[in-house]
């Protein structure tokens, strides 16, 4: 399996993982400034960017191990992870797999999944069936904008346009794109996340529509030692609208050695 990844700056090493239909540019507005402080490792997962897409569908634990792979690969025996969305069920399942690996872990706008969990927003539901009578950019377009706050599509249309010019570029085939959407909907932690051990910051937006806040909560009561830090008035890319409290927030996480 070719996963490409990449590494910036020097210091504790932590491995960033992203969500469905985002390659590792989707930590753009975050890794200079993480850089400064830590040793970044971001890759794209399976199924997108210059990753190999082998046929799905995918689980987390597949993923897991991809990014298992990207440690591995870097030299690196023990890292803090970052994983927001689907990077998020990702990184549940690295640690859960591989305690030994994993200092510190930060999960960002999402869930521990099965029926137990909050279903997904009905905005977002609709939009998933509506999207396939749109015109492919026009769709793509509205997913977008569903992933930030509607204070913020209204008031920085560059930030919209600065994500479509990403995801443009690195377009997903449909079948990659299902591939990996496979992963979430079939991912289940919430009978095994009170043997997660490691320090976790649960972190979610107010006006998430894509995963429900409501499992930032969820999450908080069932792992051993989380907390959780609601960014009012953002979306599920919360770290794209407020990057420098995303970075302020995670830094002084990890940086947490008590």
């Known amino acids: 399996m070719k996963i490409a990844w990449e590494r910036h700056g020097a210091g504790d090493p932590v491995l960033l993982i992203h969500g469905l239909g985002y390659a590792r540019w989707g ?25 190999d897409a082998p046929p799905g569908p995918y689980t987390a634990a597949e993923m897991a191990a991809d990014a298992i792979q990207v440690l591995d690969e870097a030299g690196i025996d023990r890292a803090h992870v970052v994983g927001t969305s689907l990077g998020g069920m990702v990184a549940q399942e690295l640690t859960l797999a591989h305690p030994e690996r994993v200092d510190r872990l930060v999960l960002a706008c999402t869930t521990p999944g099965g029926p137990h969990a909050h279903p997904m927003p009905e905005v977002t539901v609709r939009l998933i069936t509506e999207a396939a009578g749109l015109e492919p950019a026009v769709a793509l377009r509205r997913f977008v904008e569903n ?38 909907a079939a991912f289940d932690a919430y009978d095994r996340l009170e043997a997660l051990r490691a320090p976790v910051l649960v972190q979610h937006g107010s006006e998430d529509v894509v995963v429900d806040p409501h499992n930032g909560e969820l999450l908080v009561e069932l792992l051993p030692d989380a907390t959780l830090e609601p960014l009012v008035g953002c979306g599920h890319l919360f770290f794209w609208e407020k990057p420098d409290r995303f970075v302020s927030s995670v830094t002084a996480f990890l940086e947490d050695h008590a």
């Open 27 to 51: 930590w753009e507005p975050v890794v200079p400034r993480l850089a400064e402080r830590f040793d970044v490792l971001l890759f794209d997962n399976r199924g997108i960017g210059e990753s």
């Open 147 to 184: 992933a930030l706050a509607p204070a913020t599509v209204a008031e920085r249309p560059e930030l919209v346009d600065r994500i479509m010019e990403h995801r443009l570029a690195t377009a997903q085939p449909p079948a990659a794109w299902a591939a990996q959407a496979a992963a979430g």
